[in-house]
């Protein structure tokens, strides 16, 4: 998952409690670290139940509650995937599962008796420090990995094995390379008996699943790698290198499992150039994969249509299987442990297609499985991420914080700081998706656990209101802006229906004179808070502003260097790194003292007077390394009558630091004037990378 989504709101100062107890060295091979797994004291979970003596339900479970359209042409095979990493953290830090009776019972038999089939468990090398306390997030090394593989097979379930080939959290922002890797060369000099990061690779995880397969573990899938959107893993950031990583950890799989799937895993696949890019990348360098693995959060990822056509266009070019490996929605935006969850009424997210509900969960997954099983070429399942990670429930921050802190139970301990400071090490703490499980805060199931069994039979039960369906408006400056006069009801079965609205007072008047802003205005519809988003815009007097033709013009495009653009030296319109649609002005330099270059366009006015010019820039150096400002002279200006009138400087750090906006204001332009906007990048560093979006010209008055 990405790793944004376990950002904390607030910051925890809490002391840190001391972790398991030390776990075995390292060894030099490359091969398993070994951390500490704590036997859990629970009866329930130390049941004897051997796979001989477990018979998988079969049939359909009823529900008074859910209305669940069916899905047809499910496959027998379908994956019906559940990421449970943090179980064995949750189950030490006291948290207790319970099945439709109440009764306390094993969640991997909940789980399965509800229809999952697939177990999805992360592998982190070594997410322990050198006192042997824990990083958190389940501190998921293979022996959490085998002790939740060998439950998940007791219960008639695979396992999905997903390799991060880091010490804690891979993700789209963040591949570290694991600590014992890091003095490796990639490739070893020839004739050499050095250890080289390939080999390393292709030991850890070959030696990871010899011993799952020792114990009886039964897998089905390993993904090599988790969000290696661009190429980037175990601190390689060239898409050959990781091309060649993957190939070794695909040779591991086939030598130990080989009925097993070999999946590659991506993320963002709203921005389907990218995945589009990759996988012909894939092709290009002889990648030896069975799925294109995509993450799916409704929130960020864009719509079911842009999914399926993106992974089928993938699936039928290279005759590859595909599956969403991550996915999930909230049930509540309830707040069950003193730490703040990233979904919620007051977080950021871009898109809320489903109301937070179990109902509105359980539509969201159904559709979701939907699209994959009938509208995407080849789509073998879905998996749910981490459905099982509640809280662990104690009544202060403090009692939680001792828990996450011991058992490694929240997303980072501070222990984390040892491998990521400036991250896991500084906003440590609890759990940000407990509201998007499938069972409350006491561990009693939610009837939308029961959706994975009812997709295959469907079922139906009287439908009730179940959220009203939030209002999105935009209107530019000069337009007439009014409200809505109704929204839409939505039902428990996904059905709406249009109803009126009443909003609380609003200047809409103010909120043209601000120019260019975003407002939430509250209003209720049938007795229930509802709210208007409301987009205010100025006029843009630059076409092709966010490069969305997926060409430069009419923006020119100039290199200023000596040296040649080339596959060391790209400046380009395309998908790599967009902050909205689909493209953005992307550039790359392998080397230092070449990245150099211009880009204008001439405008043509309407009006004269003042006006604003506003970029927004992105960049950084190799992998997460930020570039100083002291090594840019970039800046962003305007040409009066071929005359630079109006600039100033525009500065990027590093990929964690986001995209940063620059604006020039009071731009006086006269009649008869030649205007001409533009912004120059110079930036000396080797390995530097960037993209220019949304470009901004716009009358004032």
């Known amino acids: 998952m990405k790793k944004s989504l376990f950002f904390a709101v607030s910051l925890l100062a809490v002391v840190g409690l001391a972790g398991c107890s030390s776990q075995p060295t390292s060894s030099s091979t490359g091969t398993s670290s070994g951390g500490v797994s704590s036997q859990v004291s629970s009866q329930v979970v130390s049941s004897s139940t051997s796979v001989s003596e477990y018979i998988k339900p079969t049939g359909k479970i009823e529900s008074k509650t859910l209305n669940v359209k069916k899905v047809e042409n499910l496959s027998d095979d379908f994956i019906f995937g ?26 991997f038999k909940i789980l399965s008796d509800n229809g999952i089939n697939y177990i999805r468990v992360r592998v982190w090398n070594n997410p322990y420090d050198s006192a042997g306390n824990g990083f958190g997030g389940g501190n ?22 997903d390799f991060h080939y880091s010490d804690f959290w891979a993700d789209p922002s963040k591949q570290m390379c694991p600590r014992e890797w890091s003095n490796l060369p990639f490739t070893a000099e020839w004739g050499s008996d050095q250890l080289d990061k390939q080999t390393a690779l292709y030991n850890f995880t070959k030696d990871s699943l010899q011993q799952m397969k020792n114990e009886g573990v039964d897998v089905g899938m390993v993904q090599v790698g988790n969000e290696t959107n661009g190429g980037k893993m175990a601190g390689e950031n060239s898409f050959a290198n990781f091309s060649a990583l993957v190939n070794k950890g695909s040779q591991a799989v086939r030598e130990v499992y080989p009925s097993a ?19 012909s990348r894939l092709k290009k360098y002889g990648v030896d994969y069975d799925v294109f693995g995509s993450s799916y959060y409704p929130y960020w990822h864009g719509t079911l249509d842009n999914l ?70 080849n789509g073998i399942g879905v ?70 069994n009812l997709v295959k039979y469907g079922n139906e039960a009287p439908k009730y209101i179940d959220g009203i369906e939030d209002a999105n408006v935009s209107f530019y400056t000069y337009e007439q802006m009014s409200l809505p006069a109704t929204v839409n009801v939505i039902y428990s079965d996904n059905s709406k229906e249009g109803i009126p609205v009443q909003w609380e007072a609003f200047d809409l008047d103010a909120a043209k004179a601000a120019g260019n802003g975003k407002y939430d205005i509250k209003g209720k519809a049938s007795g229930k808070d509802v709210y208007c988003h409301l987009t205010v815009m100025e006029k843009n007097f630059l076409e092709n502003y966010g490069y969305e ?24 319109v395309n998908g790599e790194n967009p902050q909205t649609g689909k493209y953005s002005c992307h550039f790359w330099a392998e080397g230092a003292n070449v990245c150099k270059f211009k880009c204008e366009q001439d405008v043509t006015l309407e009006a004269f007077g003042k006006y604003k010019y506003q970029l927004s820039i992105l960049g950084g150096g190799v ?31 590093s990929y964690n630091d986001g995209w940063h906006d620059f604006v020039l204001r ?11 906007v533009g912004f120059e990048i110079d930036c000396g560093v080797a390995g530097v990378w960037g993209a220019v979006d949304d470009c901004l010209f716009n009358y004032v008055g």
């Open 383 to 452: 998996c749910y991420w981490e459905g099982t990670w509640i809280s662990v429930n104690q009544d202060t921050l403090e009692k939680n914080a001792a828990l996450w802190q011991k058992y490694g139970s929240g997303w980072a301990a501070s222990a984390a700081a040892a491998y990521d400071p400036k991250d896991a090490g500084k906003w440590y703490g609890g759990c940000a998706v407990d509201n998007q499980a499938f069972f409350d805060r006491n561990g009693k199931p939610l009837e939308s656990l029961k959706l994975w």
């Open 140 to 161: 998921n090394d293979v022996a959490k990995a085998i002790e939740i593989g060998k439950r998940a097979t007791r219960y008639k379930m695979k396992l999905l094995v």
């Open 82 to 107: 559940m990421d449970a990493s943090s179980v064995i953290a949750e189950e030490q830090s006291g948290v207790k599962y319970y099945n439709f009776n109440q009764q306390e019972e094993d969640v």
């Open 261 to 279: 799937l070999v999946a590659v895993h991506f993320a963002n696949p709203e921005k389907s150039n990218n995945y589009l890019d990759w996988a």
């Open 549 to 572: 033709d997926g060409i430069a013009s009419p923006w020119v495009l100039a290199n200023e260097s000596e040296t040649p653009l080339s596959d060391t030296y790209k400046v380009l």
């Open 308 to 377: 399926s056509s993106t992974l089928s266009t993938i699936a039928e070019t290279y005759n590859k299987k595909v599956m969403v490996m991550e996915t999930s929605y909230a049930f509540t935006t309830e707040d069950t442990d003193f730490w703040s969850n990233t979904i919620g009424e007051t977080s950021g997210y871009d898109a809320k297609p489903y109301p937070f509900t179990v109902a509105g969960q359980t539509n969201c997954i159904r559709d979701v499985i939907d699209t994959v099983a009938n509208k995407t070429t």
């Open 666 to 676: 009071d731009i006086q332009i006269s009649e008869g004037d030649k205007v001409t």
């Open 623 to 653: 992998g997460s390394a930020a570039v100083a400002e002291s090594d840019q002279n970039n800046i962003m200006y305007v040409k009066i009558n071929d005359v630079i009138t109006y600039s100033k400087p525009i500065a990027f750090s």
